[in-house]
């Protein structure tokens, strides 16, 4: 079967969407284990703050889908991501990605609509991650000063 090249450039274009929306969900996953890491590290030095430290980790965990480091669920590498976390989102991405590239047709409405509903999920849990990391870090940091 002999597909149109028109077909073929709207596949590709919507794959190139898909594919850049993937990699900002997956940037923020990482950044979220990072500071994951990072606030554990803290936590062991920095007494006084153990709390908010633990609640921001607690937050940081419930919205990257990631496992706080040593809880029992950081164990269990098959766990499937908390649904609407940054995690699950980069999933999903990935699996609409598959999809399309896989095709090799015009993109079905499903998958148009699959990616318009997974970019404004992405795109308002991006910017809640933004606001929580850095409202989060100043109180953090506030606290360490004031010590």
Known sequence: MKV???ALIREFELA???????????????EATALLTTLDARQAHDASLRPQIREFMAQVSAMSGMA??????????????????????ATELNKLQDAVDGADADP?????????????????KLQQ????????LARLDKGTKEQ
Do not use: F, H, I
């Open 4 to 6: 149109e090249r028109a």
């Open 16 to 30: 190139m969407q898909v594919l850049e929306k993937a990699k900002q969900a997956a940037a923020a996953v990482n």
């Open 68 to 89: 706080v480091p040593g809880s029992p669920r950081a164990e269990r590498t098959t766990a499937p991501p908390a649904p609407g976390s940054l995690k699950n989102l």
């Open 108 to 124: 079905s409405p499903d998958a148009c609509a699959a990616y318009v509903a997974l970019s404004r999920s992405l795109n308002s």
């Open 129 to 136: 991650w933004q606001q929580l990391r850095a409202s989060r």
